[in-house]
């Protein structure tokens, strides 16, 4: 069995180290839930900045879908149960993220616009990679890990 503090650690170096948000919760999970890393990043790459940079839903939140959807899949034999499971999972998860954020919108939880000049100002002179990204990263995966140890 394998310990959340690992896999927040693993998800948080990643994250400083040039993967996405997405990336860095999805590929975090690879050798725990046997999935191959290389495609994780691939299939998370458009997901980070809250999908396509464009500051929608947080990456931390997608890779988070992405990695209850592969956890059931292994659990459940048939695709109907594992997407219904995965389905409760991600409406419970967003009840849950919601309430410790108030948002599952990157512009929101960030509270500045990224996509200009001011806002980049801004994300890096508020250190929000650190202040935010990665207490949403940590506190994703801590939720993921309440869901899939019921």
Same mark, same amino acid.
């Given at each position: 069995?394998?310990?959340?503090?690992?896999?927040?650690?693993?998800?948080?170096?990643?994250?400083?180290?040039?993967?996405?948000?997405?990336?860095?919760?999805?590929?975090?999970?690879?050798?725990?839930?046997?999935?191959?890393?290389?495609?994780?990043?691939?299939?998370?790459?458009?997901?980070?900045?809250?999908?396509?940079?464009?500051?929608?839903?947080?990456?931390?939140? /997608?890779?988070? $879908?992405?990695? #209850?959807?592969? *956890?059931?899949?292994? @659990?459940? =034999?048939? &695709?109907? %149960?594992?997407?219904?499971?995965?389905?409760?999972?991600?409406?419970?998860? /967003?009840?849950? $993220?919601?309430? #410790?954020?108030? *948002?599952?919108?990157? @512009?929101? =939880?960030? &509270?500045? %616009?990224?996509?200009?000049?001011?806002?980049?100002?801004?994300?890096?002179?508020?250190?929000?990679?650190?202040?935010?990204?990665?207490?949403?990263?940590?506190?994703?995966?801590?939720?993921?890990?309440?869901?899939?140890?019921?």
């Amino acid at each position: 069995m394998y310990q959340m503090k690992e896999i927040e650690e693993k998800a948080i170096y990643s994250f400083y180290n040039g993967m996405n948000c997405a990336q860095s919760v999805l590929t975090a999970y690879a050798d725990h839930l046997k999935f191959d890393p290389e495609m994780a990043l691939f299939v998370s790459a458009g997901f980070g900045g809250g999908i396509g940079k464009m500051q929608k839903t947080c990456g931390a939140v /997608t890779g988070s $879908f992405m990695v #209850l959807g592969i *956890s059931n899949s292994k @659990k459940h =034999l048939e &695709n109907i %149960d594992a997407r219904n499971a995965t389905n409760e999972m991600i409406q419970k998860f /967003t009840v849950d $993220f919601t309430a #410790l954020y108030g *948002s599952l919108d990157c @512009k929101a =939880l960030l &509270n500045c %616009d990224f996509t200009t000049e001011a806002g980049e100002k801004q994300f890096k002179d508020l250190d929000l990679k650190k202040n935010i990204c990665s207490k949403c990263i940590s506190d994703s995966i801590k939720l993921i890990e309440e869901l899939v140890n019921k």
